[in-house]
T-cell receptor, first 114, second 112 residues
């Protein structure tokens, strides 16, 4: 089946630094990738939608300059958390649309900002 | 956009009993309703889904029902087992933008 590989699985960074999270589709072309954020014991909140070759669409309240999304190829989408602060600590997870009714999720990235 | 509400937030059942989780959605154009099971720190795992042209779907101990008129859908787990303990999320797609909107989640605990 369709697989999305997400890296890193865990990252600890210092406040003020930037962190890049990658999601690669391994055996299919992911024209659309969704990025979610999940706080402990909470639901998945959609941050943005990225389409290959075009600018990402951000949900209301999500800072586009802070969460940079790049989807330069059909198999790679990246999320960069810029100038990270402790409040950015969260579980970030990507999801690719496989077909009209199918979605596949990456394994998630646990970000801790110290 | 789509708004999905999920109840209850927590559910404790005795092993062998049934568990029912209910969700409502707001966008009448939504046509795909998946249910996910998520264990701590892991990715959501699809356990069953239903499309808008079907009213009910069953897979062994798991079933989902959909009422399009009322815009609600439910997950039914029968003969619960301890390994069913997890957080369950319902979701609904945006028919035009394919975004998945998630419910708030239900923490299910199956007591042995």
């Amino acid at each position: 089946g369709a697989v999305v590989s997400q890296h890193p699985s865990r990252v600890i960074c210092k406040s003020g630094t930037s962190v890049k999270i990658e999601c690669r589709s391994l055996d299919f072309q992911a024209t659309t990738m969704f990025w979610y954020r999940q706080f402990p014991k909470k639901s998945l909140m959609l941050m943005a939608t990225s389409n290959e070759g075009s600018k990402a669409t951000y949900e209301q309240g999500v800072e586009k300059d802070k969460f940079l999304i790049n989807h330069a190829s059909l198999t790679l989408s990246t999320l960069t958390v810029t100038s990270a602060h402790p409040e950015d600590s969260s579980f970030y997870i990507c999801s690719a649309r496989v077909d009209s009714y199918g979605y596949t999720f990456g394994s998630g990235t646990r970000l801790t900002v110290v | 956009g789509e708004n999905v509400e999920q109840h209850p937030s927590t559910l404790s059942v005795q092993e062998g009993d049934s568990a029912v989780i209910k969700c409502t959605y707001s966008d009448s154009a939504s046509n795909y309703f998946p249910w996910y099971k998520q264990e701590l720190g892991k990715r959501p795992q699809l356990i069953i889904d239903i499309r808008s042209n079907v009213g009910e779907k069953k897979d062994q101990r798991i079933a989902v029902t959909l009422n399009k008129t009322a815009k609600h859908f439910s997950l039914h787990i029968t003969e619960t087992q301890p390994e069913d303990s997890a957080v369950y999320f319902c979701a609904a797609n945006g028919a035009n933008d394919y975004k998945l909107s998630f419910g708030a989640g239900t923490t299910v605990t199956v007591r042995a």
